[in-house]
């Protein structure tokens, strides 16, 4: 995972399969998008700065020491600069920047998951719905492969206006209608359904506004974030607009849902 991280994997191969694996594994992505950002900050927080000539001969000394083991050319050293202070003081630097990492690592690290289970709690309800129309328990309460009448038919329904998506490679053959979406008796959302043979997506939209999803994922929505991820064997992503949330669920892997949207949007 270092390796990827550094991008020094020279395998192709090797490369593709590390990869295919972070994206499907969420455990090893959020590993791998910790360790990249922890790395990411040090690059950018960490500066060189001029360095005393008694510090750098006190660590070229005591190295020296290590490397000929303790005796008594402890007591040989015959400048007159060198203290005894400057070892304590170089070490207890160095506890304070460890410290100061790990406690930046936990941080980053503990924010991830919370982030994680933010938004796992935000989607969990559609990835149901998907699971549900997926298993045949539920039907669309529109179905047609007409976009003009699935459009006509949803916004005689909703109280504002969703996007139809063109995906490529996949048709449209359904929608629904629920409300309500959160505790507002107003407020409502639409899911479309797309089929490719035995692959489907669900298109999850509604007000921005009006979604009960936690404040902190709704600004990472308005940031233009795009967010990936699994719930059991289904992936999601999660975006929106200043006005509109979205949110497709499907049993497509995680890059072939990116790529299917990002031609469509």
């Known amino acids: 995972m270092s390796a990827l991280v550094d991008n020094e994997i020279k395998d192709e191969e090797t490369k593709q399969k590390v990869e295919n694996h972070i994206w499907r594994c969420a455990t090893c992505r959020t590993e791998f998008e910790l360790e990249k950002r922890t790395k990411q900050i040090i690059q950018s927080k960490v500066k060189l700065i001029p360095v005393p000539n008694e510090l750098v001969y006190s660590v070229l000394s005591q190295t020296r020491l290590l490397q000929n083991g303790y005796s008594s050319q402890f007591k040989t050293y015959s400048n007159p600069r060198f203290k005894p202070w400057v070892e304590t003081a170089f070490a207890l630097g160095i506890l304070a920047v460890v410290l100061t990492f790990a406690f930046l690592f936990v941080s980053i690290y503990e924010n991830k998951i919370a982030q994680k289970d933010l938004v796992a709690k935000g989607v969990s309800g559609i990835v149901t719905h998907f699971d549900s129309i997926s298993k045949g328990f539920i039907k669309p309460q529109i179905i047609s492969d007409d976009p003009n009448q699935i459009q006509n038919a949803i916004l005689s329904k909703a109280n504002f206006t969703p996007i139809i998506l063109q995906i490529p490679g996949f048709k449209i053959v359904g929608a629904s209608v629920n409300v309500p979406h959160s505790n507002s008796v107003d407020a409502k959302c639409v899911n479309l359904l797309y089929r490719n043979e035995d692959k489907m997506i669900c298109l999850h939209q509604a007000p921005l506004s009006q979604t009960s999803m936690h404040e902190d994922v709704k600004k990472r929505i308005l ?38 949207l990002k031609q469509s949007w």
């Open 223 to 260: 940031k233009g974030e795009w967010i990936y991820d699994y719930i059991d064997d289904e992936s999601f992503v999660l975006w929106g607009t200043n006005e509109l949330v979205c949110c497709a669920v499907s049993n497509l892997s995680k890059e072939e849902l990116e790529k299917v």
